[in-house]
Nanobody, 129 residues
Framework: QVQLVESGGGLVQPGNSLTLSCAGSGFPLNLHGIGWFRQAPGKGREPISSISISGLTTFYAESVKGRFTASRDNVNSSVYLQMNSLEPEDTAVYYC??????????????????????WGQGTRVTVSP
């Protein structure tokens, strides 16, 4: 059974940092790209990052570029999202998602939710004084 489980969310003050984790099970995570999305209260789902199988290729939304960094540990079947300089606008539920087998992300396709076939349940991040 394919599962993705996010963790690491919480309440932080503006300017602080958090690292989210995405643990994969039931499939070889080292054969899939992984995407990160978020959904803020009252808003639609927003793609924020994607990381390739090797970890060498990453994409970021403009809203998080320079502040967020995606990485992965294929040995331990985990993907991470390091979030620095957090802002109240980063408040959202964060999801990781598995790219469909063989679907390599490009600069124009990494944002497409339909390119991902399994999603985690999300972890909530609240940025507030």
């Amino acid at each position: 059974q394919v599962q993705l489980v996010e963790s690491g969310g919480g309440l932080v003050q503006p300017g602080n940092s958090l690292t989210l984790s995405c643990a994969g099970s039931g499939f070889p995570l080292n054969l899939h790209g992984i995407g990160w999305f978020r959904q803020a209260p009252g808003k639609g789902r927003e793609p924020i990052s994607s990381i390739s199988i090797s970890g060498l290729t990453t994409f970021y939304a403009e809203s998080v570029k320079g502040r967020f960094t995606a990485s992965r540990d294929n040995v331990n079947s985990s993907v991470y999202l390091q979030m620095n300089s957090l802002e109240p606008e980063d408040t959202a539920v964060y999801y990781c998602a598995r790219r469909r087998p063989g679907w390599r992300a490009t600069a124009t396709t990494w944002t497409q939710a339909t390119d991902y076939d399994y999603w985690g349940q999300g972890t909530r991040v609240t940025v507030s004084p």
